[in-house]
């Protein structure tokens, strides 16, 4: 079981940090924040997602396995506040929160969407529109 946390980890950092580094040889911050919001959509709510069956279960397994995977996890939550922290003035981003904090909202609001999003009905690159409309401060 622990393995599939951490290859769940893996891949999740691996598809995000392939998206960022694409849109940070084209793009600005905004558009790097875009692309990683966007992958971690994707690859959540991708059919068969080991992270989305990480996501649903984490808090029910033994506190071992748990334990046993926090490196995995701490790692891809410190790519994603490196992200902010490198990203957070050019992006435009709201500049009164921690990066940490920043981070943690944005996985609520990403992470939730396995509760709610629909194929068909509902669309990947709008969700990451919308939630960049959520985290970008108004000029």
Same mark, same amino acid.
Do not use: K
């Given at each position: 079981m622990t393995a599939l946390f951490e290859a769940s980890y893996k891949q999740i950092l691996a598809e995000v940090k392939e998206s960022v580094e694409q849109a940070a040889m084209k793009g600005n911050a905004r558009s790097v924040l875009r692309a990683a919001l966007t992958a971690h959509l994707r690859c959540l709510l991708a059919r068969d997602s080991l992270p989305a069956a990480n996501i649903r279960i984490f808090a029910h %397994?033994?506190?071992?396995?748990?334990?046993?995977t926090m490196l995995e996890r701490k790692a891809y939550e410190r790519f994603w506040t490196g992200l902010i922290t490198e990203i957070a003035y050019d992006a435009g981003l709201d500049q009164g929160m921690t990066p940490?904090?920043? %981070?943690?909202?944005?996985?609520?609001?990403?992470?939730?969407t396995l509760e709610w999003f629909r194929p068909g009905r509902d669309q990947i690159d709008n969700i990451a529109d919308d939630i960049m409309t959520l985290l970008i401060r108004s000029e």
């Open positions: %397994v033994p506190q071992s396995v748990r334990d046993a940490r904090s920043f %981070v943690m909202i944005m996985f609520g609001a990403m992470n939730w």
